[in-house]
């Protein structure tokens, strides 16, 4: 592992004070440097860094808006060794936030690095090749094809590797040079906060202003990064950080196939070779809900792997297998036959923009005659899943369909919702939506095939009563979660 040199020591600071006000309503509850991003939050994979890549181990977290949950959330993970919290009690700017962390600062230099920022595959320990030299400072850039991502950070003028100038924000940006929030520095930057004057647009100490006037009199470097990168201000820059991670590594994520089944003999082999069929598939569970027939047997003999719930009722299978599923992505499905795995790579391509991707089985031309989804079941669902956008409208979900049991989500987010699924029979499949939007994730609902079912009748949906009874525990279950949540 690279380290900095023992005659210069480096310390970290990270910057995670902000409000993340662009980023509502994800940031009405969480600071926006806890945002997670495959499962880890930002301001970890930046530690991460740090420590990884530039053999940082003294670190300072200058905290504000929400702080203390940064702090507990810290120690709660056990990742707080050898790190300190500075608190920024006025959101004022970069420059206000580094002077408060100044008097942590016990070496000549520092590593800078914002709390809100994503990295993929970068090269950050290349900044160590600036520690012994006679620089005051060292700052990253990436070449930007997009020139509106330049107009939201800043860009520099570079001669032979030296800062010129920066400019903050360019409305009309002269090069596809990206500043990042990555800075090398030393003591010198403390005097440059204090002397630079407030901007005109804010009235806070511009970072970029003061960096451009140390350029001007000291040795600034320019540092080029490679890889990914996202300033996370919006919603939207967080979901193309979850993109961009999940594109990068998707081939290399195993996929399992939970199938719950009750007396389901007659159709389970064919549904287990079905889905067998489908190259992306890496592992198929069945969840032997107390069978009374051969289903075990049949399964065994398909090639799944067969686990048995002996709780009753199809939330209880469902939870059993996901708990089970040893794939980083689950995809939820019938025994009976009314899916298709076919269905499989669409889900897969949706994943990678969210984490739970649902089938809507209300898309009259993917509906086979004989199908169990006439007029009434099809509009039932289509108002209790209009009645769940309405009581969670914050969290913009659009559903047509509650009680479709296909459907896929990543482990890690599973395990995140975990806690939330108490329900053992068909009220589990809103339940579990209800989840993913109580902890503020991305779901999206995709048309699927749905065939008519080859085993019998549905156990929830095959007549007029079962339709009551079913649509009567969705309902008290909506209900209950929305007046805890």
């Not at 662009?22 to 860094?49: D, F, H, S």
């Not at 500075?86 to 408060?100: N, Y």
């Not at 994503?118 to 005051?136: C, E, K, M, P």
Request: glycine share 8%; charged share 25%.
């Amino acid at each position: 592992m690279n380290s900095a040199s023992t005659d210069h020591p480096l310390q970290g600071i990270i910057l995670a004070a902000g409000k993340g006000v662009r980023a509502y309503p994800a940031t009405r509850y969480i600071p926006k440097a806890l945002m997670e991003v495959g499962g880890k939050t930002l301001i970890e994979r930046n530690i991460e860094i740090l420590r990884q890549q530039l053999g940082i181990r003294d670190i300072v977290v200058v905290i504000g808006y929400l702080g203390d949950q940064i702090v507990d959330y810290f120690r709660t993970q056990g990742i707080d060794q050898n790190i300190s919290f500075v608190r920024q009690s006025r959101q004022k700017g970069i420059g206000h936030a580094m002077l408060c962390a100044e008097p942590e600062i016990r070496h000549d230099r520092f590593v800078v690095m914002l709390g809100d920022e994503f990295y993929l595959d970068s090269n950050h320990r290349d900044l160590l090749a600036y520690v012994d030299g006679n620089g005051a400072a060292a700052l990253m850039f990436r070449n930007e094809p997009n020139r509106f991502r330049i107009s939201k950070n800043y860009t520099g003028v570079i001669k032979d590797s030296r800062v010129i100038s920066l400019e903050e924000k360019p409305k009309e940006p002269r090069t596809r040079l990206m500043g990042v929030g990555t800075y090398l520095l030393n003591r010198k930057v403390f005097e440059y906060i204090r002397t630079t004057p407030p901007s005109e647009l804010r009235g806070e100490v511009e970072i970029t202003d003061v960096l451009s006037r140390m350029a001007q009199k000291e040795t600034v470097y320019a540092c080029m990064l490679e890889g990914a990168y996202i300033n996370v201000n919006s919603v939207d820059e967080l979901n193309m950080a979850h993109y961009l991670l999940r594109e990068r590594y998707f081939d290399q994520y195993r996929v399992s196939v939970v199938i719950p089944a009750y007396n389901e003999e007659e159709t389970i082999e064919e549904v287990i070779r079905d889905f067998d069929s489908q190259g992306e598939v890496d592992e198929i569970l069945v969840v032997d809900n107390n069978s009374r027939d051969r289903t075990r047997e049949r399964a065994q003999r398909a090639g799944a792997r067969v686990v048995t719930e002996s709780r009753q009722g199809y939330g209880c299978a469902l939870r059993r297998g996901l708990d089970d599923a040893l794939g980083d992505i689950v995809v939820l499905t019938e025994a009976d036959g009314s899916f298709q795995a076919k269905d499989i790579p669409k889900f897969l391509q949706y994943l990678k923009d969210c984490d739970m991707v649902i089938g809507t089985r209300t898309t009259r031309q993917l509906i086979e005659q004989g199908a169990n989804m006439e007029g009434l079941l099809r509009w039932g669902n289509v108002v209790v899943g209009k009645l769940i956008e309405a009581l969670w409208w914050g969290q913009e979900p659009r559903f047509t369909d509650v009680g479709c049991t296909y459907r896929a989500i990543w482990k890690t987010s599973y395990e995140k919702i975990r806690p939330y699924l108490t329900a053992s029979g068909p009220d589990f499949s809103p339940e579990m939506m209800i989840a993913v939007l109580i902890c503020r994730r991305r779901i999206i609902e995709i048309p699927v095939s749905y065939r008519q079912r080859h085993g019998g009748t549905s156990k929830h949906s095959g007549h007029f009563r079962a339709h009551a009874r079913t649509a009567m525990k969705m309902l008290r279950r909506i209900f209950n979660y929305r007046m805890t949540y």
